[in-house]
């Protein structure tokens, strides 16, 4: 069937180090594939997303890159800080669905 | 501009209860969502609505049941609670053409 998953449930980087978080996917049929921050006690936030068509995308401190070869979706972040502490999920879109993988957990070590 | 608003933030149930869980937005998006979010298990999909109108099944929308009453508004209801509804619901909104979904504050159940 069609799901986002993830690969590492936790994941802990010192402060100032660089990050990635893995996902992958099945439904190759997606549109969009999004990243998502969700801070303890409160919903998902938007970071980025990629259109199917694109190979990487950057925003500010966040770069996200796509490999549809091996249906592999990761999310970069540069000199982690203590506020990038959270669950993070990757997502797809496709027809109005918005379907969501399992998560990983980052903790920034001081 | 409050975003996305869910009531209530907490419920207790007893087996068998039935209640409804209210979602509404005020950011004029056509779609909406439901989700149900349980300890490693990440956000599943229960049901969303493209537009005012329509509903369609998500990954797991036994035993619940939703209404898109207008634009706005968003319910979703359970008929007959069972422990294996003891969650933290959250509802999002989406505008057409993007993807940055707008999620409320979430709804812990307890089901006992």
């Known amino acids: 069937g069609e799901s986002v998953g993830l690969h590492l449930p936790t994941l802990s980087v010192q402060e100032g180090d660089n990050s990635i978080i893995n996902c992958a996917y099945s439904n190759s049929a997606s549109d969009y594939f999004i990243w998502y921050k969700q801070e303890s006690g409160k919903g998902p936030q938007f970071i980025i997303d990629?259109?199917?068509?694109?190979d990487k995308r950057q925003g500010q401190r966040v770069t996200v890159l796509l490999n549809k070869t091996v249906k592999h979706l990761s999310l970069q972040i540069a000199a982690t800080q203590p506020g990038d502490s959270a669950v993070y999920f990757c997502?797809?879109?496709?027809?109005?669905?918005?379907?969501f993988g399992a998560g990983t957990t980052v903790t920034v070590r001081a | 501009n409050a975003g996305v608003t869910q009531t209530p933030k907490f419920q207790v149930l007893k087996t068998g209860q039935s209640m409804t869980l209210q979602c509404a937005q005020d950011m004029n998006h056509n779609s909406m969502y439901w989700y149900r979010q349980d300890p490693g298990m990440g956000l599943r999909l229960i049901y969303y609505?493209?537009?005012?109108?329509?509903?369609d099944k998500g990954e797991v929308p036994n035993g619940y049941n939703v209404s898109r009453l207008n634009k706005r508004e968003f319910s979703l209801r359970l008929e007959s609670a069972a422990p294996s509804q003891t969650s933290v619901y959250f509802c999002?909104?989406?505008?057409?053409?993007?993807?940055?979904?707008?999620f409320g504050q979430g709804t812990r159940l307890t089901v006992v």
């Open positions: 997502a797809e879109t496709g027809d109005y669905k918005l379907s």
């Open positions: 990629i259109r199917s068509n694109m």
């Open positions: 609505s493209a537009s005012e109108g329509t509903t």
């Open positions: 999002a909104s989406m505008d057409r053409g993007n993807t940055e979904a707008f």
